[in-house]
């Protein structure tokens, strides 16, 4: 998986402003561009300043796009987040499934480790990411809670369904609950969000074996 590429798409750390002047670009080159700066720069806004905080002129300055710009994109900051949120959560979300579904399964508990080593690297390489993935944390309300929150309850059930690989393979693995999969999921969370407030975000891929064992415990209720 290229990880440069994929932000790349969305105007991301990788990305070049367009230069001025004549270039061979088409207008939907061109608008697809700033409108992954956009995207990135509200983020960026998110992270740093909550969703109270954030105003068109301070994503339009970081982007470096002009008012028109933002509104030939977008109806709003309402709309912007919530499909800046929408964005990398499906990206993010593809990488996990991806990463799970490369994984060794002679190894117990493979894909479950596996989802939260890609979570880890992905949030460790760019952490405006991990601020998409907790929105919710940030001070994201509706609509864009409503995003967030699908894109949380459906990691949820990844999770959960990871698990129950396992216990397919070992029927004597004590089943989860609804409260045990919630609790894991915001262990995970905790983790990421911690790590990218205090600045610490590059630290996370070396935690992910004792993560992985805290959630395995988590899931299990404390029995494992």
């Avoid at 396992?166 to 969370?189: F, K, N, Q, Y």
Wanted: contains cysteine; glycine residues 10%; proline residues 3%.
């Amino acid at each position: 998986m290229d990880r440069g590429e994929n932000w790349r798409v969305l105007g991301g750390a990788e990305a070049q402003t367009l230069k001025s002047g004549r270039h061979r670009l088409s207008r939907a080159e061109v608008l697809a561009s700033q409108r992954g700066r956009i995207i990135r720069a509200a983020l960026d806004e998110l992270g740093e300043l909550g969703a109270a905080g954030i105003t068109v002129g301070g994503i339009v300055d970081r982007a470096k796009v002009s008012k028109k710009t933002f509104y030939e994109n977008f109806d709003g900051i309402e709309e912007c987040l919530s499909e800046s949120v929408a964005t990398v959560n499906l990206i993010v979300g593809t990488d996990m499934a991806e990463a799970a579904a490369a994984a060794d399964r002679s190894v117990p508990f493979a894909k479950v480790r596996a989802m939260v080593r890609e979570l880890a690297l992905l949030a460790a390489w760019e952490p405006v990411i991990g601020t998409a993935i907790l929105g919710a944390g940030f001070g994201l309300r509706t609509p864009s809670a409503g995003v967030w929150n699908f894109y949380n309850t459906a990691r949820q059930r990844i999770l959960v369904s990871y698990y129950e690989d396992e216990r397919e393979r070992t029927p004597d693995l004590p089943a989860t609950t609804e409260l045990s999969a919630t609790a894991a999921m915001g262990l995970i969370e905790h983790w990421v969000a911690r790590a990218i407030t205090s600045g610490t975000h590059e630290s996370l891929p070396a935690q992910v074996d004792e993560v992985t064992a805290a959630v395995i415990t988590t899931l299990s209720g404390g029995q494992l």
